[in-house]
């Protein structure tokens, strides 16, 4: 989806800033590619195949049987439960985070400890630490956060890697993992290899490669029997022909990659001025998305902006104070986008004010 659905006559164009996709196609070659694989779509994938495999260990350093790959990173959360073995046991999360961990955890029973974000939306190692339990099975930390999009700094991450207890998975989500690099965040993986007990950190080809629509992430594991775990209760054939001939051709063109997520990252700092000209106080962001606390007076603001075509993702935050304060978070977009999300919180905010 490269912009705005065409409109009919009264209905504004729709602009699709709830999912974090990225606003660019993939690189031209990643087209080619997946044409050329769909003429093959009469034969089952090859999801281990050492073309792909090979290009991630050159472009994580890492050696391919440590590496899993997966449609989207999605399907690493669902298979974590079984992997860990945390069937009726609990876990520790950020509060807020990626949704699907909690799906998930419904799914298999999971007692989840939700620990609230620092004010600046980041994740707040030591209370995630002081929330692990006995009868933890798994600990898992996105950064940048997903909705928040604050980075963890490398004291942060070792705080994290020796805190969790060997005997429990530590999962760090770095689906955003290219644009945490662009906005000067530190390597995690070195730091995730001291970890004396098992980790995963697990990417994606949704948003700095723009590939969300052909579901495609990896997994890097702390040791080749991790990994073996987790390849042995993936479905068979999860990964699409499609996808695979993609992430080949797209690990091929890393420039166009860069160049997508600079232009991002410079529009998402477009994007959070406009919001605190506009009197609104976003988090700081390492991700291609921006979220905000929604002020008292705006009401139901995603609701209002959706109303002016401009889908946005609403959630809840702990507050200072405690309860829930009501946040939004907006994708970055094009300029085009972006333009379009100012005038119309223009537009809702001073109907509300
Ligand atoms: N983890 C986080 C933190 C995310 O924000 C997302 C996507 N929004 C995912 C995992 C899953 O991404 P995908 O399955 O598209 O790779």
Not at 19 to 26: G, M
Not at 40 to 68: F, H, M
Not at 171 to 196: M, N, S
Request: aromatic share 6%.
């Amino acid at each position: 989806m490269t912009g705005p659905i065409a409109s009919k006559t009264t209905t504004p164009a729709v602009r699709r800033l709830h999912l974090n996709e990225s606003p660019l196609p993939p690189a031209p070659g990643v087209v080619a590619a997946i044409a050329a694989a769909a003429a093959r779509v009469n034969r089952y994938p090859e999801p281990d195949c050492p073309l792909l495999l090979g290009a991630l260990s050159d472009y994580t350093g890492v050696s391919a049987d440590r590496i899993v790959v997966t449609s989207g990173s999605n399907e690493l959360l669902h298979l974590l439960p079984l992997i860990s073995d945390a069937h009726g046991a609990e876990m520790v999360v950020p509060d807020p985070s990626f949704p699907t961990y909690r799906k998930v955890a419904g799914f298999f029973d999971i007692t989840v400890h939700g620990v609230p974000v620092m004010a600046d939306g980041r994740p707040d190692v030591d209370a995630l630490l002081a929330a692990v339990t006995p009868g933890c099975r798994m600990v898992c930390v996105p950064s940048p956060n997903n909705p928040t999009g604050g980075l963890l700094s490398a004291d942060e991450i070792e705080r994290l890697v020796a805190g969790v207890p060997e005997t429990m998975l530590l999962h760090f989500d770095e689906a955003y993992y290219e644009f945490g690099r662009q906005a000067g965040g530190v390597e995690a993986l070195p730091i995730l290899e001291k970890r004396k007990g098992p980790w995963m950190t697990s990417r994606s080809f949704s948003k700095a490669f723009g590939l969300a629509g052909l579901r495609l992430g990896y997994t890097i594991a702390s040791s080749a029997d991790l990994a073996r775990r987790a390849r042995g209760l993936r479905p068979n054939f999860s990964v699409n022909a499609l996808a695979v001939a993609a992430g080949v051709a797209a690990l091929a063109a890393p420039e166009h990659m860069r160049a997508t997520v600079a232009q991002v990252a410079a529009e998402r700092e477009r994007l959070s001025d406009g919001l605190r000209a506009a009197g609104l106080a976003p988090f700081p962001s390492a991700a291609n998305f921006v979220a905000f606390p929604v002020p008292e007076g705006d009401g139901d603001l995603a609701a209002r902006l959706t109303a002016q075509g401009i889908l946005t993702t609403a959630f809840q935050i702990p507050g200072q104070l405690g309860g829930q304060v009501a946040a939004v978070r907006i994708t970055v977009g094009t300029r085009e986008d972006t333009d379009a999300v100012f005038e119309a919180l223009a537009a809702c905010r001073g109907s509300e004010r």
